[in-house]
Protein backbone atom coordinates (compact mmCIF):
# COMPACT_ATOMS: atom_id res chain seq x y z
CA UNK A 1 0.00 0.00 0.00
CA UNK A 2 1.62 3.49 -0.80
CA UNK A 3 1.71 5.56 1.62
CA UNK A 4 -0.58 8.26 0.33
CA UNK A 5 -3.67 5.57 0.39
CA UNK A 6 -2.48 4.72 4.27
CA UNK A 7 -2.74 8.44 5.18
CA UNK A 8 -6.48 8.84 3.46
CA UNK A 9 -7.38 5.86 5.11
CA UNK A 10 -6.56 7.13 8.33
CA UNK A 11 -8.09 9.99 7.37
CA UNK A 12 -11.48 7.88 6.46
CA UNK A 13 -11.57 6.03 9.54
CA UNK A 14 -11.11 8.89 11.97
CA UNK A 15 -14.26 10.87 9.97
CA UNK A 16 -16.23 7.88 10.89
CA UNK A 17 -15.13 7.45 14.42
CA UNK A 18 -15.57 11.57 15.00
CA UNK A 19 -19.26 11.10 13.11
CA UNK A 20 -20.05 7.95 15.28
CA UNK A 21 -19.06 10.13 18.54
CA UNK A 22 -20.53 13.05 17.78
CA UNK A 23 -24.03 10.07 16.79
CA UNK A 24 -24.78 11.95 13.76
CA UNK A 25 -25.08 10.39 10.52
CA UNK A 26 -23.47 10.73 7.24
CA UNK A 27 -26.29 12.71 5.63
CA UNK A 28 -26.19 14.95 8.97
CA UNK A 29 -21.69 15.25 8.55
CA UNK A 30 -22.43 16.40 4.78
CA UNK A 31 -25.04 18.83 5.38
CA UNK A 32 -22.90 20.32 8.30
CA UNK A 33 -19.65 20.28 6.15
CA UNK A 34 -21.98 21.59 3.14
CA UNK A 35 -20.82 18.95 0.80
CA UNK A 36 -22.64 16.02 -1.06
CA UNK A 37 -23.88 12.70 0.94
CA UNK A 38 -22.15 10.91 -1.78
CA UNK A 39 -19.07 12.93 -0.71
CA UNK A 40 -18.94 11.67 3.15
CA UNK A 41 -19.60 8.01 1.78
CA UNK A 42 -16.55 7.76 -0.48
CA UNK A 43 -14.59 9.67 1.62
CA UNK A 44 -15.39 7.17 5.07
CA UNK A 45 -14.91 4.21 2.56
CA UNK A 46 -11.38 5.65 1.42
CA UNK A 47 -12.42 5.45 -2.08
CA UNK A 48 -12.06 9.24 -2.97
CA UNK A 49 -9.53 11.79 -1.68
CA UNK A 50 -11.09 15.12 -1.15
CA UNK A 51 -9.65 18.76 -1.54
CA UNK A 52 -8.25 20.67 1.12
CA UNK A 53 -11.70 22.94 0.89
CA UNK A 54 -13.88 19.64 1.44
CA UNK A 55 -11.31 18.67 3.84
CA UNK A 56 -11.22 21.51 6.01
CA UNK A 57 -15.00 21.58 5.92
CA UNK A 58 -15.55 18.13 7.06
CA UNK A 59 -13.26 19.16 10.43
CA UNK A 60 -15.08 22.26 11.07
CA UNK A 61 -18.33 19.62 10.40
CA UNK A 62 -16.77 17.72 13.31
CA UNK A 63 -15.05 20.27 15.72
CA UNK A 64 -12.01 18.82 15.32
CA UNK A 65 -8.71 19.78 14.16
CA UNK A 66 -6.90 18.75 10.98
CA UNK A 67 -4.47 17.41 12.30
CA UNK A 68 -6.66 14.66 15.02
CA UNK A 69 -7.64 13.95 11.72
CA UNK A 70 -4.74 12.56 10.69
CA UNK A 71 -3.80 11.20 13.81
CA UNK A 72 -2.89 7.25 14.04
CA UNK A 73 -1.10 5.58 17.32
CA UNK A 74 2.00 4.82 15.04
CA UNK A 75 2.46 8.67 13.93
CA UNK A 76 1.42 10.75 17.05
CA UNK A 77 5.05 11.88 17.86
CA UNK A 78 5.22 13.01 13.75
CA UNK A 79 1.71 14.58 14.51
CA UNK A 80 2.95 16.50 17.47
CA UNK A 81 5.89 17.61 16.10
CA UNK A 82 4.38 18.65 13.69
CA UNK A 83 1.63 20.65 16.25
CA UNK A 84 4.56 22.18 17.71
CA UNK A 85 5.78 23.82 14.03
CA UNK A 86 2.59 25.08 13.59
CA UNK A 87 0.93 26.44 16.58
CA UNK A 88 2.35 29.97 16.28
CA UNK A 89 0.89 30.35 13.26
CA UNK A 90 -2.21 31.89 12.08
CA UNK A 91 -5.15 30.15 10.45
CA UNK A 92 -4.42 31.04 6.97
CA UNK A 93 -0.56 29.56 7.35
CA UNK A 94 -1.94 26.31 8.19
CA UNK A 95 -3.68 25.83 5.58
CA UNK A 96 -0.83 27.03 3.35
CA UNK A 97 1.06 24.16 5.26
CA UNK A 98 -1.87 21.85 4.41
CA UNK A 99 -1.99 23.02 0.90
CA UNK A 100 1.80 22.37 0.40
CA UNK A 101 1.81 18.83 1.76
CA UNK A 102 -1.14 17.99 0.00
CA UNK A 103 0.57 19.01 -3.39
CA UNK A 104 3.71 16.87 -2.02
CA UNK A 105 1.97 13.90 -1.02
CA UNK A 106 0.60 14.04 -4.36
CA UNK A 107 3.65 14.78 -6.28
CA UNK A 108 5.27 12.10 -4.28
CA UNK A 109 3.04 9.45 -5.59
CA UNK A 110 3.31 10.43 -8.97
CA UNK A 111 7.48 10.33 -8.41
CA UNK A 112 7.27 6.89 -6.85
CA UNK A 113 5.20 5.50 -10.48
CA UNK A 114 8.24 6.06 -12.48
Known sequence: MKREECVYEIIADNIKAGRKKLNIS???????AEVSLDTIKSIERGRRSMSLDTYMKIVNALGTTPFDLMRTGNCSYIIDRFMFMVK???DNQ???VLYMVEKLLKGQAQYLKE
Not at 26 to 32: K, N, T
Request: charged share 25%.
Open 26 to 32: QSQLAER
Open 94 to 96: VEF
Open 88 to 90: NCN
